[in-house]
């Protein structure tokens, strides 16, 4: 008998299938299990009241943070550089 799949490799699974664009029959044989069993497990991904968000909004939202991130680091740095200038020319 086959081992169980770890909920890790399960939810792997579910993600790639659902972010990646590839034919879910593709991810299924690249994971090592059936079809019909990869759309069980995305099924029950989907019914799961304890899921708030999908992984797709979360690594939306990550992307967006990042952005924001570099964004605030270079105007940061623009003020920086600004002070330095204002610092020199007032001497």
Known sequence: MAQKPSPEFR??????????????SQVAADF???FSTLSRWIQQDRRNPEKP???SDLEREVADLRKENRLLREEREVLKKATQFFA???K
């Open 32 to 34: 090592g299990v059936g």
């Open 11 to 24: 939810a792997e699974a579910v993600r790639v299938a659902l972010t990646s664009g590839l034919p879910r």
């Open 88 to 90: 020199e020319r007032s």
């Open 53 to 55: 968000t999908t992984q």
